[in-house]
């Protein structure tokens, strides 16, 4: 009979592409995968301590711009809390973990959570842009969670790119203190890019409408020093519907919003 080999044991994997959202994104992705499962957490080298699982399920509160995920990962983060450093981890960490990946559109692995050891995905996740062999695909196997992070990612860039345009267009006299401006196809990009990263699920978002608008308005637009007051009142109006809220001593205020006009199209 042929001798089974030990597996060595695994690894979270960290990724770093120099955007911090995506960043943050991905590896909690990657960590809070491996908190679905006792099975999957036994194959670890080092297990997650409870301060690093709650750190990820707080990037995604704070950076992922979909409603659904970001109430599930506020679920799991209560279930964390009720987690005792050096006990063992409740059921109920476990519950919420998979509810909150499911939410992003990864599918239970074929034979259930609890028999998933993290070998059998990491096998089938090669973290290539070839995304998952067909075979793979066809037996039922498990969604990649690379799949899953790099959509988190996404949308995280799309988000941003989004909000610092606007918030620049938002604070008129700020815009007019810089010495060169975006071009309007640069603008516009920022807002395309906001527009296709949702797909299917653009029309439910809140800030869908507002998106439109400003982008029909900068269309129509050769960027200047002086900002028309119907584009960054439509700027202002996505940022309240992407969840940012007006500074303390208003739009135009000295210390004005958090970025400013950048012809960077990173």
Do not use: C
């Not at 507002?210 to 982008?215: E, M, Q, T």
Request: hydrophobic share 40%.
């Amino acid at each position: 009979m042929k001798s089974v080999q030990p597996r060595e044991p695994r690894t979270i994997r960290r990724t770093s592409d120099g955007h911090k959202e995506s960043d943050a994104l991905n590896n909690a992705t990657y960590l809070l995968r491996e908190m679905t499962s006792a099975r999957r957490l036994s194959t670890l080298v080092r297990r997650p301590t409870r301060a690093e699982v709650l750190q990820a399920v707080d990037d995604y509160i704070a950076y992922f711009p979909l409603e659904q995920p970001r109430e599930r990962a506020r679920e799991l983060r209560e279930a964390v809390l009720t987690w005792r450093e050096g006990e063992e981890i409740p059921q109920a960490v476990y519950e919420a973990t998979r509810q909150f990946m499911l939410s992003l559109g990864m599918r239970e692995p074929a034979g259930g959570w609890e028999n998933d050891d993290g070998y059998q995905v990491r096998a089938i996740d090669r973290d290539t842009d070839d995304g998952e062999p067909p075979e793979a695909e066809a037996a039922g196997a498990p969604r990649s969670y690379s799949d899953a992070s790099k959509k988190a990612a996404r949308l995280a860039q799309a988000v941003a790119g989004a909000v610092n345009i606007a918030g620049a267009l938002a604070s008129p006299s700020l815009w007019a203190k810089a010495t060169s401006w975006p071009s309007r196809e640069h603008l516009v990009e920022h807002l395309d890019q906001l527009l296709s990263a949702f797909g299917a699920e653009l029309e439910a978002q809140r800030f869908a409408a507002p998106a439109w608008r400003l982008r029909a308005l900068l269309s129509a637009w050769e960027p200047g020093p002086e900002v028309p007051a119907d584009i960054s009142e439509a700027a202002r109006e996505l940022l309240a519907a992407l969840g940012i809220e007006e500074p303390p001593g208003g739009w135009d205020a000295p210390e004005g919003p958090p970025e400013g006009p950048s012809n960077d199209n990173a």
